[in-house]
C-alpha cells in the first residue's frame, strides 16, 4: 500500500502555510519597553518570545510575522484598546542590552544566551554585528 501522506518540504519556511501579513506592525524601540514594564509594571504590557525550537533570531523573521498577524487580528474584532508592535532588535537585542532588561525575563538562563553574545558583540548597550 502506497504512503498518501504529505510530508513537508524541509526546503519551505514555515510561514509558508500561513497567509501573507497584509499590513506591518510598528516597530518598538527596546529603551521604550523596559519603561513601561519597570514604570507600570508586567500588566501594562506583554513581552512574547515566538521563536520555536528553530531558534529563528533574525529581526525580520518570526517576530515581526506574528506581530503583523496579531495586529490584523486586533484590527478585524474592532479592539481600539490593544496593540501588537515589533520589539526592535528582537529578543537578542533586548538580551544583549543588559541586565536591566534580563531581569524582566521568565525563564532566562545566562549559559544559553552567552552564545550570542559571541556571535554579536555588545558595545555601550547596543549591538554591533561582527564585533568579538
Known amino acids: 500500500m502506497a504512503d498518501t501522506t504529505t510530508k513537508p518540504d524541509s526546503e519551505t519556511p514555515w510561514h509558508a502555510a500561513f497567509p501573507k501579513p497584509t499590513i506591518t506592525a510598528p516597530l518598538m524601540p527596546r529603551n521604550r519597553v523596559l519603561q513601561i514594564l519597570s514604570l507600570r509594571g508586567v500588566g501594562a504590557m ?3 518570545d515566538v521563536r520555536r525550537t528553530d531558534y529563528e533570531g533574525s529581526s525580520s523573521g518570526r517576530g515581526p510575522r506574528c506581530a503583523a498577524w496579531f495586529s490584523e487580528y486586533i484590527s478585524s474584532v474592532g479592539d481600539e484598546n490593544m496593540q501588537a508592535m515589533t520589539l526592535e532588535g ?3 537585542g533586548w538580551v544583549k542590552a543588559g541586565p536591566q ?10 549559559e544559553y544566551w552567552g552564545q550570542f553574545e559571541r556571535e554579536e558583540g555588545v558595545e555601550g548597550g547596543e549591538v554591533k554585528k561582527g564585533a568579538a
Open 46 to 48: 506583554v513581552l512574547i
Open 90 to 92: 528582537g529578543i537578542k
Open 101 to 110: 532588561y534580563v531581569r524582566l525575563m521568565d525563564g532566562y538562563r545566562s
